[in-house]
């Protein structure tokens, strides 16, 4: 990996280079941060002009980084992006853990000390700091230090990765202006226009994070303020004038939140590893969950996690917790809408495509740290490498994994011709089998759920190769082909739902027989 005190080299460049000409809100942010105290200027309004292609952009702050004249990344010195063993020091995102302890349960441990283990399980997710807050069963509110070793009836529990609002004003747990607290994942990326509308209606804000503007759209429309949110979270909150724990998860499930309720009482986390710390919680293997796995390759599609005792809370999902009875109730908050079919021409069709996309990009780039792009070759990627660069300004910065012997998976020269029209700023990662086989142990722990490919591994390595450039936020085409038909079953499926229904039947039969043949494979290898 890149030295520590090369990385420290590199941020230092970032504060110090040409910080006058661009004054878009994002570099204008980065150099308030960055900068030394006698070379700061103040931040522009929100919704200043668009960036210039100035060298602290977060897409374009990349160019100092240390890479080789061919433009492989250096991981370990005298090697070209070989990986190396790496989990303490790749952050993905932030991590947060709640708990309600029952009052009356028997033999419960010390439930401060089971918040901060199962808080600290997720250091990897969150290094720029950790907070605590917990309610103890004398009424007292603890906060940070104060959470030892006391039994709380509710505990809070955050490890922080620094994305907007740099300061520690942004530090969670959060304490709202209606004294409702909130430990939160992810970013609202209509934070902007909510905190606009919020502060007519005469809230005063105290940061500039969206997760202020959480608390205050829970104050002024309450639960149902998720239906008001275009982000990725994951989130709880305890409101004590409700008395009611309320945890959510976004739309389509972007951002991971798991629980677990035993007869001690229930607790969320952003990973299944923090919930193996609360009593009554074991690691046993749901049969019924292995088989869907093994048949069709199913992880995620229910509730039901392959542990008996770990459920996941759905995308688009509330939960409600009565802190007095333990009564729990999930309430779905939205589904994809049933929209009619438009009839466009495919001049418009494209250009309102593009115009989402570009938006959505947009959106998405409201960060205070740098912002690198995954860049496979591939349509779905492309297309968000063109959009970042038309939404920007200026180049933007690509990571891409190459394969030089097998020319059959290797797309690296679509992407490089990708890179090349935008001006792209290309990087290359090279994965290997010894990379798969050292990295075995770090990614099952950190996935903890099964996984259906070897294209996680390269995904892994791709992030690697960016978190040791010290690049937290990372644009990536995954999921694209959802969209745009990548799978072959896709065109299966349409020709499948054309046939007749006794020859539809008899597809779905033999589809059946086969899914349960690959099975029984797959049970006989074990």
């Known amino acids: 990996m890149v030295p520590r005190r090369e990385v420290s080299r590199v941020d230092r460049e970032w504060g110090r280079s040409e910080l006058g000409p661009c004054r878009c809100i994002r570099c204008a942010t980065l150099i308030r941060q960055l900068s030394p105290p006698s070379r700061r200027c103040a931040a522009p309004p929100l919704d200043s002009d668009p960036c210039h292609g100035h060298t602290t952009c977060p897409l374009a702050r990349l160019r100092d980084v240390p890479r080789r004249r061919d433009g492989w990344i250096n991981l370990v010195p005298g090697r070209a992006a070989r990986l190396d063993p790496w989990p303490r020091s790749v952050t993905i995102v932030c991590g947060i853990v709640a708990l309600w302890a029952r009052r009356d349960a028997p033999d419960t441990p010390s439930t401060a000390r089971l918040l901060r283990r199962a808080t600290e399980r997720l250091a990897h997710r969150g290094p720029d700091g950790e907070g605590y807050v917990g309610w103890s069963v004398d009424g007292r509110l603890r906060c940070g230090a104060e959470v030892t070793d006391q039994h709380l009836w509710l505990g809070l529990g955050h490890r922080r990765l620094k994305i907007l609002d740099l300061s520690d004003a942004g530090r969670q747990p959060m304490q709202g202006l209606a004294q409702r607290w909130i430990t939160f994942n992810g970013e609202i990326y209509n934070y902007r226009e909510l905190r606009r509308e919020l502060a007519s ?110 459920r996941e809370l759905r995308g688009g ?145 791709i992030l690697a190769a960016i978190r040791a450039q010290g690049v937290p936020v990372v644009l990536s085409g995954q999921g694209g082909d959802e969209m745009f038909l990548g799978y072959d079953r896709y065109h299966a499926s349409a020709l499948l739902h054309a046939l007749p229904n006794p020859a539809r039947a008899a597809a779905g039969l033999w589809r ?7 099975g029984v494979l797959r049970l006989a290898t074990m």
């Not at 059946?512 to 690959?518: D, E, I, L, T, Y």
């Open 201 to 310: 209606s005469g809230y005063a804000f105290r940061t500039g994070t969206d997760t202020e503007v959480i608390l205050a759209a829970y104050d002024a429309w309450g639960p149902e303020c998720v239906r008001r949110f275009n982000g990725m979270w994951a989130f709880v909150l305890y409101d004590p004038e409700r008395r009611r724990v309320i945890a959510s998860r976004d739309r389509l499930g972007v951002k991971p939140l798991y629980y677990a309720a035993t007869a001690h009482g229930i607790m969320f986390a952003s990973e299944v590893g923090p919930l193996l710390e609360w009593p009554g919680v074991r690691p046993t293997i749901a049969m019924s969950r292995l088989g869907r796995y093994l048949v069709d390759r199913h992880i995620d599609d229910a509730a039901e996690t392959i542990y008996r005792d770990i």
């Open 317 to 461: 999902h509330t939960l409600e917790l009565d802190v007095e009875t333990g009564a729990m109730r999930i309430a779905r908050y939205w589904e994809l809408p049933e929209e009619p079919d438009l009839e466009l021409e495919d001049e418009t069709a494209l250009e309102r495509f593009s115009e989402l996309i570009e938006d959505a990009v947009r959106l998405r780039l409201h960060a205070d740290v740098p912002v690198a792009i995954t860049l496979s070759g591939g349509i779905d990627s492309s297309v968000v490498t063109v959009a970042a660069s038309r939404v920007t300004g200026c180049s933007v910065n690509t990571f891409t994994s190459r394969f030089p012997g097998d020319p059959a998976v290797d797309e690296s020269r679509y992407a490089a011709q990708v890179a090349a029209t935008r001006g792209a700023e290309a990087h290359y990662v090279r994965p290997s089998t010894d990379g798969v086989i050292s990295e075995e142990v770090a990614l099952t722990l950190h996935q903890a759920l099964p996984f259906t490919s070897l294209s996680l591994y390269v995904h892994w390595a």
């Open 512 to 518: 059946g027989a086969h899914a349960s043949g690959r």
